[in-house]
């Protein structure tokens, strides 16, 4: 089982960034892929975008395309969401998640996740 904590959450303004960390402990993620979710109040979660840790390779959503970038550090064990130009329909609980298979959108790949952290864009 994958540990994982998220951090760097909070209030931007429309226009700022936002820098999300995941720390992962736990297992060797060398063979798993690493996604960011969201949901918003009253809304289904969602995926935003995954990274595979063996090679780097990133899938993101539609609308995030551009103004999000999943990076790793594997000396750190770390997943990062760097998001940029940040809208209000940004605002959410954002969850780190792991999957021992490829990149996947649909939350149900994932097994591990890690407890949110709010994302707040204000107007």
């Known amino acids: 089982q994958v540990q994982l904590v998220e951090s760097g959450g909070g209030l931007v303004q429309a226009g700022g960034s936002l820098r999300l960390s995941c720390a992962a402990s736990g297992r060797t993620l060398s063979s798993y892929a690493m996604g960011w979710f969201r949901q918003a109040p009253g809304k289904e979660r969602e995926f935003v975008g995954a990274?595979?840790?063996?090679?780097?390779?990133?899938l993101y959503k539609d609308s995030v395309k551009g103004r999000f970038t999943i990076s790793r550090d594997s000396a750190k064990n770390t997943v990062y969401l760097q998001m940029n130009s940040l809208k209000p329909e940004d605002t959410a609980v954002y969850y780190c998640?792991?999957?021992?298979?490829?990149?996947?959108?649909?939350?149900?790949?994932?097994?591990?996740w890690g407890q949110g952290t709010q994302v707040t864009v204000s107007s």
């Open positions: 998640a792991a999957s021992r298979g490829g990149i996947g959108v649909g939350a149900v790949a994932y097994g591990s």
């Open positions: 990274i595979s840790w063996r090679d780097g390779r990133t």
